[in-house]
């Protein structure tokens, strides 16, 4: 029952915020240093590659972030 302990709880919400907030706002200057827009490369000229790489650096800035978190 220890994990119904309202601190850890809380802790984990701040947390998994702080985690995706971290995440869009790296995500964002991801979109913006490289050329082009991510949505209408990914989106109208199906850049495959890209959507790989796209997926590829979320998930390792979702790795460092868990990482930081979990100590």
Request: aromatic share 10%.
């Amino acid at each position: 029952m220890e994990y119904l302990n309202p601190k850890a709880f809380t802790a984990s919400i701040v947390y998994s915020l702080l985690g995706i907030l971290i995440l869009v706002i790296s995500f964002y200057l991801f979109n913006k240093l490289t050329p082009g827009t991510l949505r209408k490369e990914i989106m109208e000229d199906h850049n495959n590659a890209l959507a790989i790489l796209g997926a590829a650096f979320m998930i390792s800035i979702a790795l460092i972030i868990s990482a930081a978190i979990h100590g």
